[in-house]
């Protein structure tokens, strides 16, 4: 198996998967990067839980530029990186991560994007697919809301649940 170290990488940052979108999906990632940069976008409270992160984590995500859901998310995680010097981000494409992890991770498939949050070590201590829980849960309802990047500070929020638990348990 290769490590998830070693995976890390040979991920790309975001800039570079960026690049390999068409004219169309680049866009959709920029309007989302206008979104976040807005500055009432994230809460005032979420923006403190992230600065309160003292661990050192590496998010390994799983995407391609042809998903919605990737333009999004992981946009997400890299505006996160931005804000916390602690995180950092790179991405491998699907069908690597379905060579390298389904089989350690006991998955089925790969959604994408699978984003396996590590610790400072490389090792799992949590994951983030596809949407931000907010937005599974309304289903279709909340689907144009969710396109329209209206749930960015969800995928924040379901991210910073997965490394405080980690910080409580350290």
């Known amino acids: 198996m290769t490590s998830y170290q070693d995976l890390f990488a040979i991920g790309q940052i975001f800039d570079m998967f960026v690049e390999h979108g068409l004219p169309a999906e680049i866009d959709a990632v920029r309007h989302i990067q206008h979104t976040l940069a807005a500055p009432d976008t994230l809460s005032p409270a979420t923006v403190q839980r992230l600065r309160a992160i ?38 491998i ?34 994951r983030f697919v596809e949407r931000p829980q907010a937005a599974i849960r309304g289903g279709d309802a909340v689907k144009p809301d969710y396109r329209a990047g209206l749930y960015l500070e969800s995928t924040v929020q379901d991210l910073l649940d997965i490394l405080e638990a980690a910080e409580t348990l350290a």
Do not use: Y
């Open 54 to 91: 003292e661990g050192r984590f590496h998010l390994l995500a799983a995407g391609e530029m042809w998903c919605p859901d990737c333009q999004i998310n992981l946009a997400v995680m890299d505006h996160v990186q931005g804000l916390q010097s602690r995180l950092d981000l790179a991405i």
């Open 93 to 126: 494409t699907k069908s690597r991560a379905e060579d390298a992890l389904k089989q350690p991770l006991a998955l089925e498939r790969i959604s994408i994007p699978f984003v396996l949050v590590l610790d400072e070590h490389f090792q799992p201590i949590g």
